[in-house]
């Protein structure tokens, strides 16, 4: 793969690189109109690769929370055409690394030393680049290391990114300017979370050393004295990524053993941590040989304040979800119902969410669930769909929910999907037994 020997970090060069992206996408509407004169059955399909491929091309070389953004939204599979979901699905692990003469420069800048000077060898080829940063391989005192760098200017450049990105996200998500910001509040301040490594390698400790009763489930160990605030130093986890190992032609069994980890890493975070790693795609996974499931990658938590949780996690009881009365008022309490909402916009939002949480609280009404089961991923998506299309929705005030919504809603669809790509089985209240 090709490297890169130098990434915009001002404002002014990352703006210009998205002016030259807006140039290429107006192009190919140019194109897209000319052949569409001419057929009038012509589909807009051609028209979406170009596009995805020419927007994933200039962020894949701003790097940073432009190219996070990308990531977050390949996740959302209904809410993009096809051709934008796997494109942007590549921000999750694969992308440009940046060349060994940057690597070296970079790593200097952010520790004081050459890489060489403080490890017994050093690759200065990556073996993994994301959005934010880049990992390789080192060895020390006989230990096989990982060692991440983060990419240089990406702490610095959050706010201005999200400001590119903002009108785009209004408009796409139907938000009123006015009221939106406390949702760009939540995704910068997180983001900036991403780029504290230092806090990353504590937060690591504490959810690998609390989780560690967690059967099939293994953590790397992390040296401190190795880490800065834009480095990580940790053990070597040998191992399948796990969107290869969702490929590959495992049996059941192990299908299973590694989805009921993940089903329960993910429980025992929300309802005994009251935290969570709310980035669950698959390049912050691997699987060993045991077919043991290995967290590598620590650096969005979301806390989920007991505001947000009570009520969250009260709709999942499906007699209380039918409850007129109780589950209005926790629509209020969870900022989707509003004052001064019209019974019109009432009506809309009770019936829109009253579906969403049905289907979200679905795998809790089995004491064992098949994440395989079509009728309930169909289901899903067409609701998603359906949402995501409909006129009326779009004629409404879109700032609905609380802020915590954006990293809890992308925990759940995020961890249902790998497990719908598992077609893993899962005992739902295992993970009861481990809370204290």
Avoid at 93 to 114: E, M
Avoid at 205 to 223: D, G, V
Avoid at 330 to 354: G, T, Y
Wanted: glycine fraction near 4%; include cysteine; aromatic fraction near 12%.
């Amino acid at each position: 793969m090709k490297t890169i020997d130098k990434i915009p970090t001002g404002k002014l060069g990352r703006t210009s690189k998205l002016v030259q992206t807006g140039v290429k996408i107006g192009g190919n509407y140019l194109k897209y109109y000319g052949k569409k004169a001419f057929n009038p059955e012509y589909t807009k399909d051609e028209l979406n690769e170009s596009n995805a491929s020419d927007i994933y091309d200039g962020l894949k070389s701003l790097k940073g929370s432009a190219l996070k953004v990308a990531q977050m939204l390949s996740m959302e599979k209904n809410l993009l055409p096809q051709a934008y979901v796997e494109k942007f699905s590549l921000a999750q692990f694969s992308v440009p690394p940046l060349s060994a003469p940057l690597v070296r420069k970079t790593f200097k800048k952010y520790h004081g030393k050459y890489p060489e000077e403080l490890y017994d060898t050093f690759a200065t080829q990556s073996v993994n680049a994301a959005s934010i940063g880049q990992v390789h391989q080192a060895t020390k005192n006989g230990k096989n290391l990982a060692v991440k760098i983060q990419y240089p200017g990406v702490a610095d450049s959050i706010s201005s990114d999200l400001a590119m990105v903002k009108p785009i996200a209004l408009k796409m998500f139907n938000l009123s300017a006015k009221d939106s910001e406390k949702y760009f509040r939540e995704v910068e301040g997180k983001l900036l979370e991403e780029t504290d490594y230092i806090l990353e390698v504590r937060q690591s400790k504490e959810i690998s050393e609390a989780c560690r009763i967690i059967p099939n489930l293994r953590f790397p160990k992390y040296y401190e004295d190795l880490s800065s605030e834009r480095i990580i130093t940790m053990d070597w986890m040998q191992g399948t990524h796990l969107s290869d190992f969702i490929k590959q032609n495992h049996s059941q069994e192990a299908r299973n053993q590694v989805g009921q980890a993940l089903w329960d890493f993910y429980m025992f975070q929300i309802h005994e941590l009251r935290k969570v790693h709310a980035d669950p795609h698959p390049g912050n996974f691997v699987v060993d040989e045991n077919n043991q499931l290995i967290a590598i990658d620590f650096g969005c938590i979301k806390y989920i304040p007991e505001e947000f949780y009570k009520p969250y996690f009260s709709l999942v009881d499906r007699s209380k979800l039918e409850d007129d009365t109780f589950f209005d008022r926790k629509l209020v309490e969870l900022e989707i119902l509003h004052q001064d909402d019209s019974e019109k916009e009432k009506a809309f939002f009770r019936e829109m969410f009253r579906e969403m949480f049905t289907m979200f609280s679905t795998p809790f009404q089995k004491k064992k669930f098949d994440f395989s089961d079509e009728d309930f991923w169909n289901h899903l998506t067409r609701l998603s769909e359906r949402y995501s299309k409909d006129q009326e929705l779009r004629k409404m005030n879109g700032n609905r929910g609380s802020r915590h919504f954006i990293y809890m809603s992308r925990t759940f669809f995020g961890l249902y999907n790998l497990l719908h790509d598992l077609e893993a089985v899962i005992n739902i209240d295992e993970y009861k037994s481990l809370i204290s």
